[in-house]
């Protein structure tokens, strides 16, 4: 006799990148910002560590709140700090999405959106994207009817793919939210500032999520926020734990916001490297796709991405081997290589290896 | 139109106590420990934040595990960290209870339980406890039956009863798990290290949650652990966000299960203050239940306790006033206040006020 629910018994869990405890790793597979954070939050942390830990935080994370909405030119009510991303993005299916209901998103993309589904008891439609990853309209228009959730990486992971407002519309749910999961957001060429949540088409059902994780370097602290209309984010707050974000986290994330210029030079950085790394690796025979990520996806004419994978790893350089069962367009197994943009050090480290590498894979594969 | 789920447009949402975010107050309300965490804990926090934050932490806190697991003697796949003991609770609910089938909780308690219930669209059953507050054990019986999860604190809040594991084994559903949230477990004469979860009556169907909030001084910086049967932890695991905990609070709370010392010393000190506080009360006749918590529940023959509550207010000490509408045996208001053991000279300070504080109270209400 199983005590669990069944839809928790049916699942397998999702199942996130390695995270090797070690040091000593080039570490391109899960889209750290190779950066430390900015001088700031490390001051903030340490000022917090040496407050009043014995005390609850703030449970409305009201400082953080101001600083988010002014950058993003809201009010604090549009705002609701979560623990991760993640957190809201569990927050959202279980705010919207009951069971027996479906949410969407496009796939290929970030399966975590299946496994929240499925612990809600939801169902899950894939709205595939083709060669040049872009959705067939009129089958959007369709689901956008019965979906209750849609969510939209923007940019999109494995490729990098941005869509624009004008298509982004065609995915609003007829009786639902649209969640634009920005994890990527401040790497595409011109990041919003709230333009899109003013935009009268999305009619206050949509919802952006931010983490801190990225282009803030600070995944190790677990921070993300959600931005919507009030009448969105009051009814997220009933879902989340009351005391969601701890004192350091708020502090750090409060500091991390306030230091643009520092994000800046990294987003800079990180976007040069990003394009060094698309022409010597277009160079060397893959098939890179454009990418306004901190990542690229990329594929090479042999195919044997997984010995491609696993002969860096020998070398202690960890990228991301991804395979899609049913991803191409014509329904057949898509895989390849995501690689998350390091330091130039460590791009130098796996361009060298790289000729070897192929090699080395090639002649295992056979 | 609303887009939320039916349950969500249904519920209030919990409503945490007051957390005032100036200082000042001698806050005697959501029973935090009045004394700083360990300087380890501080130590521990310095070096992860001067460490890789750009970095994801552990997934699954190895090291905090394994820590955990020595202090209760079971292995480290019975320990499941948190983003808080919250979380937990959390997890558990969406873990266990479908929507339409109901979990239960002995009343008056921790009214959480009652919307973690309603987020899930699970139904509530209250088991009334009588002016000893203890359970009948005739409707226990009939309530395991068909509960799914039954949620009981021990100690309990408000009183700080604690239950026997042979009074508990009374409340262990048939069909579903008994959760001892014990937040304040390490307040009560003997802490259990894991004898509990061994013994066989809970047939492995048996959660203990426990908190870093209380004993260890670490409110701020959210984190709880859940110990149980791996067979219930495996399942448990999939309903968590992949990094619910991060790299700092994983730090802290590891550092703080390694001083026990500073753990105990403080414990020892809080014991003390609570004996004396008791008979302080009882003094001024005031009527105390005896406590096995960090808090004590006291009703006064007046009656004014929201009076009370206020007045103290006034002169910034913050005490909890807690009414259960239906909260007395016979179905009839209980209210009484709750009071946190602060330090002595917390507790002194509210003692020199109350003669005047009572006597404004009883003012007031007339």
Known sequence: ?????????????????????????????????????????????????????????????????????????????????????????????????????????????????????????????????????????????????????????????????????????????????????????????????????????????????RTFSKSYSLAGIRFGFAIAHPSLIDGMRKVKDSYNCDAISIAAATAALEDQAWMEANRQKIIATRGRLATALAGMGFCVHPSEANFIWVTHPTGHHREIYEQLKERRILVRYMRFPDGNPDGSMLDGLRITIGTDAEIDRVLAVLPDVIAQATADAT
């Open 1 to 209: 006799m199983s005590v669990f629910r069944p839809a928790i018994d049916r699942m397998a869990g999702y199942a996130p990148g390695e995270q090797p405890q070690d040091t000593g790793w080039v570490k391109l597979n899960t889209n750290e910002n190779p950066y430390p954070p900015s001088p700031r939050v490390i001051d903030a942390i340490r000022r917090t560590a040496e407050g009043r830990l014995n005390i609850y935080p703030d449970p409305h994370a009201t400082a953080f709140r101001r600083t988010a909405a002014a950058l993003f030119n809201v009010d604090p009510e549009w705002i609701l700090p979560a623990n991760g991303s993640d957190e809201n993005l569990t927050i959202i299916t279980r705010s919207f999405c009951d069971a027996g209901q479906s949410i969407g998103y496009p796939y290929p993309s970030y399966v975590l959106y299946e496994s929240l589904a499925q612990i809600q008891d939801c169902g899950v439609v894939r709205l595939r994207l083709n060669s040049q990853w872009q959705w067939d309209k009129a089958k959007a228009a369709e689901l956008r009817r019965s979906l209750r959730v849609f969510y939209v990486p923007n940019p999109n992971s494995p490729t990098g793919t941005l869509w624009s407002a004008d298509q982004l519309t065609e995915l609003l749910p007829e009786k639902g939210v649209l969640v634009l999961d920005e994890a990527y957001g401040d790497f595409c060429s011109k990041p919003h500032r709230g333009e899109l949540l003013k935009d009268a088409r999305f009619e206050n059902r949509l919802v952006v999520t």
